[in-house]
């Protein structure tokens, strides 16, 4: 029997694999890092779709990281001994994966002017006596949601032999040292010896911080003494440290965050 003008045209299994695809895809939408690849041949009936972690370009929002401390001297404490810590930092990144290796070229700056002109800070410092990394500028990155935080330390002793500070509170000893309240000066080195200082997922609030589009993001960056450990190691002190992160976007209060 032919059929009738006007009547619903018959579902084919191409049509049917599509309108599939279609409703797993939006049944996908939402997801962190997800995307949805749908290749399709109408003619040839060919449709095939897949999904992958992947970041998708949603432009760029700002953020502006500053440094500060939990520190809290208390009388009689072993650690008041410990006055200042100076650190020179060349850098401060950020990554959307939480298990991003070293070489990842998803590493993101935040803080670009500190790669030619590196800062030393006192990382003791009370607050109003900090001497820069409170007042860094807004800096533009991809919008996404990012998982580790490093900081990179200056060496030491540059390979050129030259300071790049005008003036080093650490004088002969490098440029990251540490100072106790008996007029002691003892360099400071990381542990493992290495040149930055990660902070993972399980130390940023929530497990991440969100950049949002064309949205200006505080980011504050905190050192805690009392959980980082310090150890003498013959003429230098061994330094772990430990740093918090957290994110406060316009609107919110003080101490909430991206969740």
């Known amino acids: 029997m032919r059929r009738a003008r006007g009547s619903p045209a018959a579902i084919t299994p191409c049509h049917q694999a599509f309108f599939t695809i279609l ?3 939006l049944g996908l939408i939402g997801c962190d890092n997800s995307c949805v690849i749908i290749v399709s041949n109408p003619g040839g009936g060919i449709i095939s779709g897949g999904t992958s972690n992947c970041s998708l370009n949603l432009g760029k929002g700002n953020v502006r990281p500053r ?34 290796d070293e070489q990842s070229p998803d590493w993101q700056e935040l803080a670009p002017k500190l790669v030619t002109r590196p800062m030393q800070v006192d990382l003791l410092a009370t607050s109003g006596h900090s001497d820069g990394l409170d ?20 060496p030491n002793q540059p390979s050129n032999g030259n300071s790049v500070l005008q003036e080093n509170s650490c004088g002969s000893l490098g440029l990251n040292c ?13 542990d493992n010896g290495l040149s930055q200082i990660q902070v993972s997922s399980d130390h940023i609030t929530g497990g991440l911080f969100r950049i949002f589009p064309e949205t200006t993001v505080k980011l504050k960056i905190e050192f805690n003494p009392q959980s980082s ?8 002190v061994r330094f772990v440290p430990v740093f918090t992160v957290e994110s406060q976007t316009p609107g919110e209060p003080a101490d909430s965050t991206n969740q």
């Open 229 to 236: 450990l310090f150890i003498r190691a013959d003429e230098a």
């Open 135 to 154: 007042t860094l500028e807004d800096v533009a990155v991809p919008a996404d949601a990012y998982r580790q935080v490093r900081l990179r330390l200056a």
């Open 23 to 25: 409703l797993v895809s």
């Open 67 to 100: 440094i500060t401390s939990s520190f809290t001297p208390a009388a009689g404490n072993e650690r008041a001994r410990i006055q200042h810590i100076f650190v020179t930092i060349q850098g401060i990144e950020a990554n959307p994966n939480a298990t991003a």
């Open 178 to 190: 540490l100072m106790t309240s008996d007029g002691g000066v003892r360099a400071l080195v990381l």
